[in-house]
RNA sequence: GGCCCAUUCGUCUAACGGUUAGGACGCGGCCCUCUCAAGGCCGAAAUACGGGUUCGAUUCCCGUAUGGGCUACCA
């Protein structure tokens, strides 16, 4: 279906220097809920023309992680490096019209004049001497090999930039000066690519972070200087740690692929992602990603940054976990049930069972292998504090009237045991819980009699015979 | 240093001049209960500070403080 002209285009612009940060994540994910709210197109391109330190592999990175969290694009992804033609034709172009000229001073001779600056205390700007060389002069020296960068002529105005997130934004001229588009080897640089895209791409609504407000008089100019329509402005807040410096490495993960290999399912962290900075405007903590598309607003952002609280997302995964269809889970679920998996009735039953007792995929990956498994230990502590010296007997004692049972569901179990506890004259619990770690190795999960039924008479009978075997012959006289 | 941005419970946020400042995570308590969860109920917890403007400021303006960004022939 074609898009009316009047339909947003919004990009997400990524360099391959690292793998996809969360802040990137949501900044990719605000420029998607808000395209497809205004049914708009969401376009991806990749920023790479620092040949320095962007690599092919960390592309494919982020495109996969992309692809994992749900961000689907409508077109590209693009490539900067392949579009330097267009670079170099609006350089030129720049240059024809006036916009832009050539600057022949060396990168030595402008840290001079940075470091004299600095001496003095004054902040330093570019003297603007490329300016005054007329235009023929230039193109001879340019010719004769003479290297140079070509900058663009900034205008002596303030620049206001109106942002939808921050409202009016002023910028001195005194703060400006004439930047550098192209370097000496001719490599454009960052930004006079991203304007050039932006105007080529026809985007209309820039969605980034907040990092880059400070950039954008520069790209205001270049965009007029383009003789392209200035795109709207919407910058979020920075995503900081939990000690509110900026998120990075060192606060653990940062990065998408690694919440990813934690467990965590893609639509909590989009979920979660969405509401650091966004708000539906009531109590709603847990929505779908149709809800999302369907109410996102730019005027329900906030402007100030967000801590990212690994906590709330491990509950929001909880969450998504305690909602997500059986069979679903199960394919989620699945890789990380490396001790094996029960047959399909049982592990999705197991789901059932536990999927509000786990926070993580890799929680429900074990908890469904208990069930395909014997367990190889007991845990210690459970071990100390449910088996005394005549648990053994006990147990003896109700695997042989479990083995009579005819009917094994949860009731009759129940039936069963709390019978057993009444005849040997101890508490259910005194039955219950070494009878749990027999079966799960572990003293705390689902109700006991639910597990038994699951696991089937045969299964659970031997977990209990290896158990009594493991803790002792029973006690002389019990 | 200069320019710019931000500031409501510990955290995410709601309240677009008038609310006992609301919700959620986390925390504590109670209920439920074979354990652990989930769930339900209850509780502690915030408008950074100082000035204005206004009958009235969380909300508007100005300072201060704190945090952050930009200030490259990086992105």
New binding site residues.
Partial sequence: MPTPDSAPRVRFAP?P?GSLHVGGARTALYNLLFARREKGTFILRI????V??SREELSAQILSAMEWLGLDYDEGPYYQSSRSELYRAAADRLLAEGRAYRAF???EE?EGE?KKADAE????R?SGAGRSIAPDESERRARAGE???VRLKMPSETIAVEDRI??R????P??LDD??LV???G?P???FCVCVDDAAMKITHVIRG??????TPKHVALFDALGAPVPQFA?L??I?G?D???LSKRHGAAAVEEWRDVGILPEALFNFLA???W?P?D?R?ILTRDEMEREFSLD?V??????F?P??L??MN??SI?RMPADELLARSAPYATAGIPPVETALAAIDLHR???RTTIEMGRAISTYAADPDEYEPDGLRKHVKADTAAHLERLVSLLEAAGDWTPGPL?AALRAAAEELGVS??RL??PT?LALTGS????????VMALLGQETALRRMRRFIEKIGAPAPGA
């Fill in positions: 360099s220097t920023e790479d023309t620092d320095e330190r001073e060396t990168p402008l940075r205390g004054r902040a330093f570019y290297r140079h960068v921050r409202g934004v002023e910028f001195p005194e703060a930047f550098v370097r000496s080897d490599h640089l960052y930004h907040d990092d880059h407000l400070a950039n910058h807040g920075m900081l939990t509110r410096k900026k509401l650091l900075g708000s405007g109590d903590e329900r906030g402007a100030s940054p967000s801590v609280d906590e709330k491990l509950w909880a969450q305690a509000t007792r786990v129940e259910g619990g219950i819980h749990r003293t705390v999960g689902a109700p006991l009699f639910d």
